[in-house]
């Protein structure tokens, strides 16, 4: 058995990973880089309108035949999230490839596709997959197991087959809201003989080994919106189901009716039952406000759905402080005429990276003319350095092979047998 990193043994994002038999072929994630060969931000929609082999050219989609052109037959693609530096290329695969994933990644890219401008699951290639059932392609046999991260329906998997067992760990976390999932992982995999741990390290290289719980940070985000003085304005990302939650938990513990916007509203809708959320319903203390931007894009069926439940602005504007609203940059200008309430708090729960891009720091800077605050509130949806080391030491595998982080080498830190490949380097697990 074969194992290749077509794309992610070096960089955070744009992960693509191949296992092949003489007889079987499958893929990975297919996923849209963060970076581009200078480690600068890469921008996504820059693959709009372009052919594939365009893209290949331009080292935007890795060269993967049978994959994303004509060439030996890719036999299933395994996606572990929603994320678009796993999920991003899908729609560049060839049309006859199977795709397994779990409902709520299919659910989450629905509603990327409706709000977010990305491209949805296609139906006739999905196969969905349960935590925990494993299922078979050809010689292979793969168990999923949901995880914990910032992306709902995210999972990880155990791949058996020519007598080897490779578990890929996608993007996940052990300080989540169900930090059991990892912890349950653990214990099972840990009676197995893994023979390659393919370990996400996104932490390594940063200067914390640590950090906050989601609990803590719900507990920081209710002190928070206990003492603003005016209307609360939640920045995040609505398929971070957890961050959700911690929001909706903080509106209800702190006697505010938790404002969705039309994007959270739907998520919360389709994560209903599966999460500890409720639907969007006035009497569960939510309501849904219409943002003009999706108003303006006609989206009139979920405009139905939600109408009982829907909010005005002069309803929020005329009580600031009882409310807790999910918020974009964009707003400000189309639904608030360009000045927001008086001493507005707005949190942000997104990457610190993100704050030098023009529409949040003009955003902060509004909210200093305005008395109010920004904020930022967050923890990270990937598992910190201390918690790697405490999995990979459960899992013990034969080789840990680092994926998904800028800095392969500090894997060798920690674990004595370490293999760092290179993008498109073949490791021959029978040797
Ligand atoms: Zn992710």
Redesign the pocket.
């Known amino acids: 058995m074969n194992l290749t990193i077509q794309r992610g043994s070096h960089q955070i994002g744009g992960s693509c990973i191949e296992l092949a038999t003489d007889s079987r072929r499958i893929i990975l994630d297919a996923g849209l880089p963060l970076v581009d060969a200078a480690r600068e931000p890469f921008d996504q929609r820059s693959v709009r309108g372009k052919s594939v082999e365009e893209l290949i050219q331009e080292g935007a989609v890795p060269n993967v035949p049978g994959l994303f052109t004509n060439g030996p037959k890719v036999d299933a693609i395994l996606l572990s ?1 929603s ?1 678009l ?2 999920a991003g290329l899908l729609h560049l695969t060839q049309s006859d490839i199977p795709i397994y994933a779990s409902s709520g990644t299919s659910k989450m890219m629905l509603a990327g596709a409706v709000f977010g401008r990305q491209q949805e699951l296609d139906r006739n290639r999905h196969r969905e997959i349960v935590s925990r059932q494993p299922f078979e392609v050809g010689e292979f046999r793969i168990t999923p197991y949901a995880v914990d ?3 709902f329906g995210s999972l990880a998997f155990l791949i058996e087959g020519a007598g080897k067992r490779i578990l890929y760990s996608g ?1 996940l976390r052990r300080h989540g809201r169900k930090p059991g999932m990892v912890r349950d992982l653990m214990a099972d995999v840990g009676n197995l003989e893994i023979d390659v741990l393919l370990m996400e390290g996104t932490h390594f290289g940063g200067n914390r080994s640590t950090g906050k719980t989601e609990y803590e940070l719900e507990e920081d985000i209710v002190e928070l919106v206990k003492s603003a003085p005016g209307l609360v304005l939640a920045c995040f990302s609505p398929i971070d189901v957890d961050r959700l939650v911690t929001y909706y938990r903080s509106a209800q513990r702190t006697g505010r009716t938790f404002v969705a916007d039309a994007y959270a509203a739907f998520v919360m809708h389709l994560a209903a039952g599966e999460a500890a959320i409720p639907k969007p319903n006035r009497n569960a203390g939510i309501r849904v406000y219409f943002n003009r931007h999706f108003e303006q894009r006609n989206i009139t069926s979920l405009k139905d759905r939600f109408e009982e439940d829907r909010i005005t602005l002069e309803e929020i504007v005329a009580q600031p402080d009882k409310h807790l609203m999910v918020f974009r940059p964009s707003m400000r200008e189309l639904d608030f005429d360009g000045v927001l309430p008086r001493k507005s708090r707005c949190l942000y729960s997104y990457w610190k990276g993100y704050l030098e891009r023009a529409d949040w720091v003009e955003l902060q800077q509004h909210l200093k003319a305005i008395d109010g605050d920004f904020i930022p509130a967050h923890t990270s ?1 990937h598992i910190y350095v201390q918690d790697i080391i405490n999995f990979v030491n459960a899992v013990g595998p034969q080789s840990v092979i680092p994926i998904h982080t800028f800095e392969p080498e500090q894997y060798k830190q920690h674990f004595p047998n370490v293999r760092v490949l290179e993008d498109g380097e073949t490791f021959d697990l029978l040797k």
Do not use: E
Request: charged content about 20%; cysteine-free; hydrophobic content about 0%.
């Open positions: 999230h994320h530096d796993h991260h910032s992306s993007d949806g």
